[in-house]
Nanobody, 126 residues
């Protein structure tokens, strides 16, 4: 599955942004989707995950209560609503999916995912 992220941009601290993940030629509706980010000089880290089938969600402690991952089955996207953004949220954000549809995942480890989007930049200024 080929993934495409959208919705990145620049925002001031405390502001919101909404990212979307869609599949080219397919649909994300049946896939577990994870959002990950990588800041300059840092390792990639898991941000939020929505599992397939049960739609259970998982969040990194650093974003819990500020970010929400959800499915939009009308638009066939998975969105990451980011509120109260902080400068430390600045990074390239990627969405990812496993090869196999309906894979149930637990947690925010990147180990389940073989398919990655190109990423979208999120910049938060203080």
């Amino acid at each position: 599955v080929q993934l495409v992220e959208s919705g990145g941009g620049s925002v001031q601290s405390g502001g919101p942004l909404r990212l979307s993940c869609a599949a080219s030629g397919s649909t994300v509706d049946v896939y577990a989707i994870g959002w990950f980010r990588q800041a300059p000089g840092k390792e990639r880290e898991g941000v939020a995950v929505i599992s397939a089938g049960d739609d259970n969600t998982y969040y990194a402690e650093s974003v819990r209560g500020r970010f929400t991952i959800s499915r939009d089955t009308v638009m066939h996207t998975v969105t990451l609503q980011m509120n109260n953004l902080k400068p430390e949220d600045t990074a390239i954000y990627f969405c990812a999916a496993p090869d196999i549809p309906l894979t149930r995942v637990v947690g925010i480890s990147a180990g389940h995912y073989e398919n990655w989007g190109q990423g979208t930049q999120v910049s938060v200024s203080s």
